[in-house]
């Protein structure tokens, strides 16, 4: 590694990009995450649009691969045939992994919950508990992943009590922990948030609105993530799955 102390720092890995849709979600949780984007897109209609919305979104942008595809034209004097993955060995795990990022960005943050059931876990918590770092590592597990957050007085989509309830897990975080991960998040983000995201008063009705539900759907897995890395989460669900015999919907 080049850089020291990037423990905190999650990557997240997006295959086959070749169309402006999945271009937006990228955006979107590049954006959500302060986060910056590297690509090596080759499609030049695809790798334009990226950079024009990445600078309107004003996140770094570097592309590995465009001016180097560029040059190589030029030396050549013949243009690209601009087919992505020709240097990937494709085989049907390649493709069940990228089906499965491609479905939990889709079901990222509560979006899409009229598919619940074709997901393979479905993660819930309050805002700032590791829900879509968790989720994008499973999927490159191979898994497909929705996260539902839990927020104050609004009630979580019908259709996630009437999936297979053992695929959901819940995860719960420390007051403590939480605030300070909530107060970093504004301050990085510069995000005009109402104050009492991260107040004591606030949190604390929230958590208890929120363990009220997990009291009700007892066969949820329950994990507190307060002192376990991104890892540790998806370690433990993967084990969940083999040891309850969930089938995949791959």
């Not at 020291?4 to 720092?9: H, L």
């Not at 592309?63 to 560029?70: A, M, N, P, Q, V």
């Not at 999927?139 to 007085?153: E, F």
């Not at 009700?216 to 376990?228: E, F, G, S």
């Amino acid at each position: 590694m080049q850089f020291a102390d990037t423990s905190n720092i999650v990557i997240h890995r997006f295959g086959r990009v070749t169309d402006k849709k999945t271009v937006d979600s990228v955006i979107t949780l590049a954006k959500a995450k302060c986060g910056m984007i590297v690509h090596t897109l080759v499609l030049n209609e695809i790798r334009e649009y990226l950079t024009i919305q990445a600078q309107k979104s004003k996140i770094v942008n570097v592309d590995l691969i465009g001016s180097l595809i560029t040059e190589i034209s030029q030396f050549l004097k013949k243009s690209p045939t601009e087919s992505p993955g020709l240097s990937k060995k494709i085989d049907s795990n390649y493709f069940k992994k990228i089906e499965a990022t491609e479905f939990t960005v889709q079901h990222d943050d509560g979006r899409n919950v009229e598919t619940l059931n074709k997901a393979d876990i479905i993660l819930v918590g309050l805002s700032r508990t590791s829900k879509t770092p968790v989720a994008i590592y499973l999927s490159h597990q191979g898994l497909k992943v929705a996260n539902i957050p839990i927020a104050l007085g609004i009630e979580p989509p019908e259709g996630l009590f009437h999936v297979d309830q053992r695929k959901v897990v819940a995860l719960t975080i420390s007051l403590d922990r939480l605030k300070r991960i909530r107060e970093e998040r504004v301050k990085i983000s510069k995000l005009k948030i109402k104050k009492n995201y991260f107040s004591w008063e606030y949190m604390r009705k929230e958590k208890e609105y929120y363990e009220g539900i997990l009291a009700i759907n007892k066969r949820w897995l329950i994990i507190d993530v307060t002192q376990k890395s991104v890892e540790e989460t998806a370690n433990i669900i993967l084990l969940r799955i083999i040891e309850s015999g969930i089938k995949n919907n791959q």
